[in-house]
C-alpha cells in the first residue's frame, strides 16, 4: 500500500512518516500530496497566533478538549494540531516545546499532534506547514488548530493560512499594546484576551475595542490578495444583506478566556463556529480558500522556476557575477540581467 | 530545505521533578542543528510513545532520577515496538547506578549518560547512531 492509501486508512505511523517527508520537501512526499490532495478542503482550519507567552498552547488544549467534548448536544470532532516553534538562526536547531502544555490530549485517538521547527521562515509558519496541514486535512481530522511561533507584528501568514484566525492577547503588555496591534491585530478574526483573571484586563480590552473602533472591519489582508489583482486597488463587494444576523462585514468579537481553568473557552468555540457560519453564507469561506490555493501555486511557480532556471546557468557564470557584485563593478540589478541573459558581455 | 534534520524526543518519565538535566541536554542538542521535542514533567511511557510516533523522531531521550528506570524504560522500549518504532534510538540520562546499566543496554538502550557527561560526547553519539557517522 502506498504512503497516501496508508494515510487515508488512517494509520497513523504513515501519517507522521508523511509529514517528515514533507517537512524535508522529499518527492515521496510531493507523491503522497499528489495523491491525497482530492481529499482536503474538507477541515476548518483555525490559526492561533499572538506574542509569546500569551497562552497560544494552552488555549490550543483547551480547544482541543472543548472539540473532542463540546457541550450539550454539538457533536465532536477530531482534531488534527500544528504547533510551529522557531529555529535558532544560528545553529539550525530547535526547541519546540508546545506539548508541554497539551498532556491533557495524549491517549486519544481523535487527537494528532505535530510540532514543527519554523526553518528560517519568517512569516511566524515554516514554509511547509500549509502542506502539512493538508496531510492531516486528508488524513480526515476535521478541525486543524495551527499555533503559529510567537508572533510580533509582521508574522501574518497564518491569516492566509486559516480560514478563522484568533489573536490572542494577555493583560500587562501595557502600553505598548498599540504598537503590538499594528500589524496583527487586523489579521483577527477573533480577539481572545486570555489569562483574564489578571489585574488589567479591563485596560486590555478597552485598549483593544478602541483600536477596533478605530480600524475599519475589512478583510483588509484578503482583499488585497484576491482583488488588486484587476483593480490595483482592493474593492469592496457589496451585497444586500439578506441573512439576518450575518451583515456583510465580520467585526472581530472580543472574548476573555483563562485557559489554565478552562475559563470561556466554550463561548470561544461558538464564536468560532459561528465565524464559520458566517465565512460560508457570505461566500467568503471559498473565496479564502481561493486566494489561499492562488498564493501557495503562485509561491511553488516562483521556486521551481528559479529552480529550472538556475540548473541552466553555468556555475562559473555564476560565480564570476557574484564576484563582480562583490567588487561593486556590478550593482544587484545588473547582476540580475546578466544572469538573465546568461551573458557577461552585454 | 531539503536538508534532513535530527529529531530528538526529550521528555521525563515518572515522578522526579527534576528536569534541570533534561533542559541543559534539550538546549545542547538545539545547539547542535537537531530538533527537539520537549514534552516536560512526569510522563508516562504511553504519552512519550504516543508523542514519539506522532512526531516521527529519530530519537528519544529519557530523564530518570527517581531510581524508577528499571521500570519506565523497558515500559518506553516495549510501546516503541509496539507501534513499529523499534528503529528510534533511546538513549537515558539522569541517575541510573552503574550496576543497571548493562541491563538497559542489553534491552536496547543505546547510550546512558550519568552526572558529568560532556554535552559534546551525547551529541556526537547521538549523531553517530543515526547519521552511521565514525564515533571517533
Sequence with gaps: MSLAAQVLDGNRLALARLLTQIENNTEAGREAINELFAYTGRAHLIGVTGAPGTGKSSLVNQLARYYRDPAQGATTHTVGI???????PFSGGAILGDRVRMRDLAGDPGVFIRSMASRGSLGGLATTTATVVQAL???GFEVILIETVGAGQAEVDIARLAHTTLVIEAPGLGDDIQAIKAGILEIADI???????RPGVEITERALRGNLDLAHPNRRLMTEFTESGHHGAPVRKEQPDNNAGYGLMWSPPILRTVATEGIG?????SEIERHRQYLVKTGEYKRREQTRLASELELMLQASLVRRWRSTIPDDLYQQVLEQLVDRSLSPWQAVQVLLAGDLSI | M??????VLVAKPGLDGHDRGAKVVARAL?????EVIYTGLRQTPEMIA???LQEDVDVIGLSVLSGAHMAL?????ELLRANQQEHVKVFVGGIIPDEDIPRLMEIGVVGVYGPGTLTEDIIREIRSAILGAPTA
Design chain 1, 265 to 269: 473557552i466554550a463561548d470561544l468555540g
Design chain 1, 82 to 88: 500544528v504547533a510551529v516553534d522557531p529555529s535558532s
Design chain 2, 50 to 52: 504516543e508523542a514519539a
Design chain 2, 30 to 34: 538545539r545547539d547542535s542543528g537537531m
Design chain 1, 137 to 139: 486535512d486528508a488524513a
Design chain 1, 191 to 197: 480577539l481572545v484576551i486570555n489569562k483574564a483573571d
Design chain 2, 73 to 77: 524504560v523497558p515500559r518506553v522500549l
Design chain 2, 2 to 7: 531539503s536538508e534532513r534534520k535530527i529529531r
